[in-house]
Structures are given as structure tokens and as C-alpha cells.
């Protein structure tokens, strides 16, 4: 008998030691993105009386629902990083020919929610960093980065297709920029992409 209680108790604590340690998962069945997801994305929505509520709650959404979405992003953009022809903007910023091919990519396949350029939806964001920032280069990264978000945002958001399509692309221009006499330009024509006009810089006052 006791040898008995001894294997049921060993069972129990077995059982709750699985339970504690199994990942957690929300409703729908998809993982939660970090909550990093949500500081970083939440940008684009404003702040204090500026801020959108549809897009904060698009936001919400996306941390929780998309995890897989959200990490897969990240991880293509920071590959894109050494895609394509490196380009320096001002006070030494370094973009890629191959981030600004998944803004193109974005843009072509229906743009970021509410039928939105990358560069119109990270208009907000631009400006509430910029009016944050103390000097020059803050501001610089601000509408550098903030276009960036956005289109990360805008394949998030994307529907299947839609993401399928983005994917498409940014192989289509990887396997191009590995190419002997590859140029961005070379690129864009052959994935079918169209140079994404530069986001202006807006003078600070003195």
C-alpha cells in the first residue's frame, strides 16, 4: 500500500513539474511575440492626443496573435542588412539596398494598413521621435528608422498572400545582389520594384 501512495504521489508532482513547464499559449492558439513587439511597433501609432486608437489595437493584435509573423520579419531584416549596395545617409547612417527592397516590396503588395505607403504610415512616428530628439543625428535616425518599422509593420499586417508575395520578392532580390555585376537598380527591375522615394529630413529650427 504504501509502495502504492509513493507511485501516486511521484505521478502528481511528475504532472504539475509538466504543466509548469510547458510554454503558455493565448486563445487563438498562437504564440505571444515579446514584449518588445509591442514598445517597438507602438511608435508608429502616436502619442497623447495624437494617438490612433485603430493602430494601437492593430498593434495589440499583432503581438498576440503573430508571433511567428513578427520574428520572421526581424530576422529577414537584419539578413537584408548585408543585401545589396550599402548606402551612407547623413551623420554616417548605413542603409542596405536590400532593406529598401522590402519597402518596395511592401508598397507593391497593398502597403501597410488602410492602403498606406510605408513612408505615409511612418509619418507619425518620424515626427513624434523627432520632436524627442536634442540634436541632428537623432533625428536623422528617426526617419531612417521609422520607414523601416513601418514596413516591417506593413508584412506583419499583410495577409498571406500578400506575405507570400513580400517573401517572393526579397528572395528574387537576394539571389540578384549575389550576382557578379548586380546593382539595387539591376535588382528592383528584375524583382519588379520601384525605387521608394527618400523620406525628407525636416529642418530642425535653430
Known amino acids: 500500500?504504501?509502495?502504492?501512495?509513493?507511485?501516486?504521489?511521484?505521478?502528481?508532482?511528475?504532472?504539475?513539474?509538466?504543466?509548469?513547464?510547458?510554454?503558455?499559449?493565448?486563445?487563438?492558439?498562437?504564440?505571444k511575440a515579446t514584449p518588445t513587439c509591442l514598445t517597438e511597433y507602438s511608435k508608429l501609432c502616436g502619442k497623447g492626443e495624437k494617438k490612433n486608437a485603430t493602430?494601437?489595437?492593430?498593434?495589440?493584435?499583432?503581438?498576440?496573435?503573430?508571433?511567428t509573423s513578427v520574428t520572421f520579419i526581424e530576422r529577414l531584416f537584419t539578413e537584408l542588412a548585408e543585401v545589396g549596395e550599402k548606402k551612407e545617409?547623413?551623420?554616417?547612417?548605413?542603409?542596405?539596398?536590400?532593406?529598401d527592397a522590402l519597402k518596395e516590396s511592401v508598397d507593391k503588395h497593398g502597403g501597410c494598413p488602410g492602403d498606406k505607403t510605408v513612408k505615409d504610415y511612418s509619418t507619425q512616428c518620424g515626427a513624434d521621435c523627432d520632436k524627442a530628439c536634442m540634436d541632428p543625428t537623432c533625428t536623422d535616425h528617426c526617419y531612417v528608422d521609422c520607414p523601416y518599422m513601418a514596413a516591417r509593420f506593413g508584412y506583419i499586417m499583410a495577409t498571406p498572400a500578400n506575405k507570400k508575395a513580400i517573401e517572393q520578392d526579397m528572395d528574387c532580390f537576394k539571389h540578384c545582389a549575389k550576382e557578379k555585376?548586380?546593382?539595387?537598380?539591376?535588382?528592383?527591375?528584375?524583382?519588379k520594384l520601384i525605387s521608394s522615394t527618400p523620406t525628407p529630413v525636416p529642418g530642425k529650427s535653430a
Open 181 to 191: 555585376d548586380s546593382s539595387d537598380n539591376k535588382c528592383r527591375n528584375t524583382c
Open 55 to 67: 493602430c494601437t489595437a492593430m498593434v495589440d493584435k499583432a503581438c498576440s496573435t503573430e508571433a
Open 1 to 31: 500500500m504504501d509502495a502504492k501512495r509513493k507511485a501516486e504521489s511521484l505521478l502528481v508532482i511528475a504532472l504539475v513539474v509538466a504543466a509548469a513547464t510547458s510554454p503558455v499559449l493565448v486563445a487563438s492558439g498562437h504564440e
Open 89 to 99: 545617409e547623413v551623420f554616417n547612417l548605413e542603409t542596405s539596398g536590400g532593406q
